[in-house]
């Protein structure tokens, strides 16, 4: 690859992964299937909570590259919503530790659900293998963009 074809096709990777942000974000918007979906911070925290399992602000703040202030704020709309609670770690009452609720876990699975109907939808002229390759590389691309912005 010559260092003009390796510029152009930098430069439309970035020009598409920003095109891709904004047509995500208009598609769950416009999408009745994902009208009542969660909103994607809330999305992504219940999902690490899912697996996870009962976790601090700091730990969840970590896992989602986030600060422990934006989690704290979105930990609160969470609860407020009833999706999380938050009690005092038994061993550190200095540390809150945040557990989903029925309605949480009920919220992520309908979220999920919506979101793999419109992506199948979406996805559904693809072969198996163009939508393999599609995940493997956006899993290889979100791990190179995490581990950019920690050497950074």
Known sequence: MTADTEHTAVTEIEAQVALLLRLAD???RSTTRLATSL?????LALRLLDTTGPSGINEIADHLRLDASTVTRQVLAMEAAGYVTRERDVHD????VVTT???GRSALAETRAARAEVYA?????WSDQDRGLLAELLTRLN???????TRS
């Open 39 to 43: 909103e994607r911070s809330a999305y």
């Open 93 to 96: 009452g200095r540390r809150a």
């Open 143 to 149: 791990g190179d963009l995490d581990a950019h912005a």
């Open 121 to 125: 939808d979406v996805l559904a002229d």
């Open 26 to 28: 208009r598609n769950r």
């Open 101 to 103: 609720t029925p309605a």
